[in-house]
């Protein structure tokens, strides 16, 4: 019994993975609501929680990503008011928080447009429901603003198939909550030469033999404009390069990975083998550090293997350039930065 004038204590347990921004920024804006809420406590699960059964009898609701069946079976069995927050399959009984995926299509293409890009494209999941809306809402207001939105829908993933059906399923939330894959956050780092390229005076310019190295000087015989898609392929400006690398290095271990001391893994992508090297120039000056700290695994690269070995394997490098080594198929778990 609850004495007059006491407000009874609501436990909430939230099971959602944190792994990804989506899960992170979801906690925290369930914590900041429930703070304004006397009366409510909140407890994050751990997966083992479903597995074992255990600690689950402490609350009196749940606030969960239910991904399968078995999730849904166990949750059931507490007889405690769920809210689910998959935004997958409708299941009876259960509270739902969806999403306004009109809003997030509207609101993405607002984003675009006002920030000057001119051409578009939308990349989902077919036959998807929160994909769909998306894509049909980005793709009519861009058409509105008087541009093209293109539409790319990905290859249909591996998969075993016996008489047309699928035998074999892994998504890619379970290999997330599994520990298999990992979540990500997308952080842009954009420069005006990168959006719309630059302009180049008649002045001497630096030559650079692309099989050799060699470098000369050479009179320009007119102003030259150049376009992004020429960077860094048959322009080379290093101060844009230097902007990039500067960026990363003050946002990595502040906004990105706010309490870490050493910088995560990381791989940067090069466009050639020659843009690979000032990337790596530009990286050592601006860290601070030697050799050994950023390093090359490229094919042209001496003893790429051994290179990786150490990349996958000791404390240095922290930073690897490649531009065709490391590629799909390839682990290195320690990643966590990759940087295009």
């Given at each position: 019994?609850?004495?007059?004038?006491?407000?009874?204590?609501?436990?909430?347990?939230v099971?959602?993975?944190?792994?990804?921004?989506?899960?992170?920024?979801?906690?925290?804006?369930?914590?900041s609501?429930a703070?304004d809420?006397p009366?409510?406590?909140?407890?994050?699960?751990?997966?083992?929680s479903?597995?074992?059964?255990?600690g689950l009898?402490?609350?009196?609701?749940?606030?969960?990503?239910?991904?399968?069946?078995?999730?849904?079976?166990?949750?059931?069995?507490?007889?405690?008011?769920?809210?689910?927050?998959?935004?997958?399959?409708?299941?009876s009984?259960?509270g739902?928080?969806?999403?306004?995926?009109?809003?997030?299509?509207n609101?993405?293409?607002?984003?675009?447009i006002?920030?000057?890009?001119?051409?578009?494209?939308?990349?989902?999941?077919e036959?998807?429901n929160f994909?769909?809306?998306r894509?049909?809402?980005?793709?009519?207001?861009?058409?509105?603003?008087?541009?093209?939105?293109?539409?790319?829908?990905?290859?249909?993933?591996?998969?075993?198939?016996?008489?047309?059906?699928?035998?074999?399923?892994?998504?890619r939330?379970?290999?997330?909550?599994?520990?298999?894959?990992?979540?990500?956050?997308?952080?842009?780092?954009?420069?005006?030469i990168?959006?719309?390229?630059?302009h180049?005076?008649?002045?001497?310019?630096?030559h650079?033999?692309?099989?050799?190295?060699?470098?000369?000087?050479?009179?320009?015989?007119?102003?030259?404009?150049?376009?992004?898609?020429?960077?860094?392929?048959d322009?080379?400006?290093?101060?844009?390069i230097?902007?990039?690398?500067?960026?990363?290095k003050?946002?990595?271990?502040?906004?990105?990975?706010?309490?870490?001391?050493?910088?995560?893994?990381?791989?940067?992508?090069?466009?050639?083998?020659?843009?690979?090297?000032?990337?790596?120039?530009?990286?050592r000056?601006?860290?601070?550090?030697?050799?050994?700290?950023?390093?090359?695994?490229?094919?042209?690269?001496?003893?790429?293997?051994?290179?990786?070995?150490?990349?996958?394997?000791?404390?240095?490098?922290?930073i690897?350039v490649?531009?065709d080594?490391?590629?799909?198929?390839t682990?290195?778990?320690?990643?966590?930065?990759?940087?295009f």
């Amino acid at each position: 019994m609850v004495e007059s004038g006491m407000t009874r204590n609501v436990r909430i347990g939230v099971l959602v993975e944190r792994q990804r921004a989506y899960g992170r920024r979801f906690c925290e804006g369930v914590a900041s609501f429930a703070g304004d809420c006397p009366g409510i406590s909140l407890g994050m699960l751990e997966w083992c929680s479903l597995n074992t059964h255990r600690g689950l009898s402490g609350y009196d609701a749940f606030i969960v990503r239910v991904l399968d069946d078995r999730m849904e079976q166990v949750l059931r069995r507490t007889h405690k008011p769920v809210v689910d927050v998959f935004h997958g399959k409708k299941r009876s009984g259960f509270g739902v928080a969806d999403i306004d995926n009109v809003a997030i299509g509207n609101l993405a293409a607002e984003h675009f447009i006002s920030h000057g890009f001119r051409e578009f494209a939308y990349c989902g999941y077919e036959g998807i429901n929160f994909s769909d809306v998306r894509r049909t809402t980005f793709a009519m207001a861009v058409e509105q603003a008087g541009h093209v939105c293109h539409v790319f829908t990905p290859r249909k993933r591996d998969a075993d198939y016996f008489n047309e059906n699928v035998v074999s399923e892994y998504p890619r939330e379970q290999a997330i909550i599994d520990g298999v894959n990992v979540g990500e956050d997308i952080y842009l780092i954009e420069t005006e030469i990168t959006k719309n390229g630059a302009h180049i005076m008649k002045q001497m310019i630096e030559h650079r033999d692309r099989l050799t190295r060699e470098k000369r000087w050479q009179q320009l015989d007119e102003d030259i404009d150049y376009k992004p898609t020429r960077l860094d392929r048959d322009i080379v400006n290093k101060s844009q390069i230097r902007t990039i690398i500067k960026t990363f290095k003050e946002k990595v271990c502040t906004e990105l990975f706010p309490r870490r001391k050493e910088v995560p893994k990381t791989l940067i992508f090069a466009k050639t083998d020659s843009h690979a090297d000032d990337i790596i120039q530009i990286v050592r000056e601006e860290f601070g550090e030697g050799n050994d700290f950023c390093k090359k695994i490229t094919y042209n690269a001496e003893n790429p293997e051994s290179v990786l070995s150490s990349f996958r394997n000791d404390f240095n490098p922290r930073i690897a350039v490649t531009v065709d080594m490391i590629a799909t198929g390839t682990d290195v778990k320690p990643i966590e930065c990759l940087l295009f």
